[in-house]
């Protein structure tokens, strides 16, 4: 039965790895909305603490954590020190994310391994050491943030792509051993949205053109339009919802 609080959040604690900006705060802001008290993280302090405060001033219960999201000793601290400070965490958004372009036989190998500590190795530490937390209590929601790039490739990103398939089947792993327990492990994939990782891509009026008749709702994403399908993967509505990777991407995966 569908009632008034079924999208609601009340209560819970969401944690958002790299939440100062962009994307990360998007979901923060939409799950703070739904009422859920909100850790937000990042390693930039005076970025972070800018983002808490934007989220404190629109009347939302929020605070900051800087840490490491590629670090297992801070990323085990963390969790054990927003645990004991704030409570349990309901919801984890492994969001923290990073991206470089350039042609694969070019690609530097320390570029890719810190691409690959970023997208991937973040999700496995954050999301290991959370569903550790828990297990125990029978009950929580992952959701991890995956990309169109999940799925299809463009030139010179073959790193995040195959970061970004990895994110895919780690978030269905995940929902196979921890699904027993209560867990819920979905992943969100975004299309193309105006961020500050895209600047460069949104004034290339050649590649917005491609896209834009590429993209069956015809426009960019805005940051906003994931908030209803993280506040879904979070809430009650998604009890049975597991294993699943939900795309917000105006179409691009529909069509050739």
């Not at 990360?24 to 983002?51: C, I, T």
């Not at 269905?172 to 975004?190: R, S």
């Amino acid at each position: 039965m569908i009632t008034s609080t079924t999208f609601r959040l009340d209560g819970r604690l969401a944690l958002i790895t790299g939440s100062s900006g962009g994307i990360g705060l998007a979901l923060a802001r939409g799950l703070g909305q739904a009422g859920a008290r909100l850790v937000l993280n990042g390693r930039n302090a005076a970025k972070l603490e800018r983002a808490v405060a934007a989220l404190r001033g629109e009347g939302l219960q929020v605070q900051g954590h800087v840490f490491d999201v590629t670090q297992a000793n801070e990323v085990q601290a963390a969790v054990d020190a927003i645990e004991g400070e704030h409570g349990a965490i309901d919801v984890l958004v492994n969001n923290a994310g990073l991206q470089k372009r350039m042609p694969l036989h070019d690609f530097p190998e320390a570029d890719w391994r810190e691409l690959m500590q970023t997208n991937v190795d973040s999700v496995f530490l954050v999301g290991q050491a959370v569903a550790r937390k828990m297990i125990p209590r029978g009950r929580g929601r992952i959701i991890n943030i995956c990309s169109v790039q999940s799925e299809l490739g463009r030139p010179n990103i073959a790193p995040y792509m195959a970061s970004k398939g990895a994110v895919k089947m780690l978030t269905k792993g995940m929902a196979i051993d921890w699904g027993p327990y209560g867990i819920n492990v979905n992943g969100l994939g975004p299309g193309y949205f105006k961020t500050e990782l895209t600047e460069k891509l949104v004034q290339d009026e050649q590649f917005s053109a491609w896209l834009l008749g590429r993209t069956p709702s015809r426009r960019w994403g805005d940051v906003d339009d994931l908030a209803g399908a993280a506040v879904f993967l979070a809430s009650d509505a998604s009890a049975f919802v597991n294993g699943h990777i939900l795309y917000v991407d105006g179409g691009v995966t529909a069509t050739l």
